[in-house]
Nanobody
Framework: QVQLVESGGGLVQAGGSLRLSCTAS????????MGWYRQAPGKQRELVAT???????NYLDSVKGRFTISGDNAKNTVYLQMNSLKPEDTAVYYC?????????WGQGTQVTVSS
């Protein structure tokens, strides 16, 4: 079992930055992969970025070069640094953890980018 607690969402103007945090209830060394998904109103949830326990990362094409996912093992925390934000980045962002065949989700944090 893994509990995930997200923080860092908010309202920002286009071109601004936010950093999301996701703290896990166990060592992220023991988690196969962690990631961030987002869901905008009326749209399906989509994968934004992932990081494996080995440090490999993967990004949605539309956020490459603007978003960076990273992990701090000492704090059991994964971050999503979001720069050059656009109105189309507005969504609820969810933290995800994969342990074996099970997926765990955080409660979500709202990110709103105004034009």
């Amino acid at each position: 079992q893994v509990q995930l607690v997200e923080s860092g969402g908010g309202l920002v103007q286009a071109g601004g930055s936010l950093r999301l945090s996701c703290t896990a209830s166990r060592s992220i060394f023991s988690i196969n992969a962690m990631g961030w998904y987002r869901q905008a109103p009326g749209k399906q949830r989509e994968l934004v970025a992932t990081i494996t326990s080995g440090g490999r990362t993967n990004y949605l094409d539309s956020v490459k070069g603007r978003f960076t996912i990273s992990g701090d093992n000492a704090k059991n925390t994964v971050y999503l640094q979001m720069n050059s934000l656009k109105p189309e980045d507005t969504a609820v962002y969810y933290c995800n953890a994969i342990v074996g065949l099970r997926a765990f989700w955080g409660q979500g944090t709202q990110v709103t980018v105004s034009s």
